[in-house]
């Protein structure tokens, strides 16, 4: 997967917004785990034999997996990003943004975590966890460049 983020925010929802944004690749990342689920609450009541379940909210965190830079300009929007408690702009994509017929997720997105791991033995890292922020993530964007 590549990713790539925008330090402002998008303005709305859509293609149209996705297609205006100028885009900066991530890097150096090493994984990336796009996660898509739905939230679940009890349905049961007392004339069911067998629990039951009712979808609620979809949710789509992002985690991310870099090398600890602190120089590098990706690294520099997402740390401030978690500090002011900011939006960034992230897509997800399964290939190239440039790439007509790239695919993924879109959109504002808070930095909830960002914790610096510094094993005995190997690089100083940080799994970067992104929440969506509001209404500007789309379910499914297709690229049209």
Not at 23 to 28: C, H, I, R, V, Y
Not at 74 to 98: H, Q, T, V, Y
Not at 109 to 133: H, N
């Amino acid at each position: 997967m590549k990713l790539y983020y925008q330090v402002a925010p998008l303005s709305a929802a859509g293609s149209a917004a996705y297609e205006a944004a100028t885009w900066l690749e991530m890097t150096p990342i090493r994984d990336v785990t796009m996660g898509d689920e739905w939230g679940t609450t009890d349905a049961s009541d007392r004339s069911t034999r067998r629990k039951q379940s009712e979808l609620t909210l979809r949710d789509g965190p992002i985690t991310v997996d870099f090398k600890w830079k602190p120089t590098n300009a990706a690294f520099i929007a997402l740390r401030a990003a978690f500090a002011a408690g900011n939006k960034i702009a992230i897509a997800c994509l399964d290939g190239p943004e440039a790439t007509s017929g790239s695919q993924g997720v879109a959109g504002n997105f808070y930095v909830s975590k960002f914790p610096r791991a510094e094993p005995l033995e190997g690089l100083v890292t940080s799994s970067v966890e992104l929440v969506p922020a509001d209404e500007t993530v789309d379910d499914w964007i297709v690229g049209q460049s």
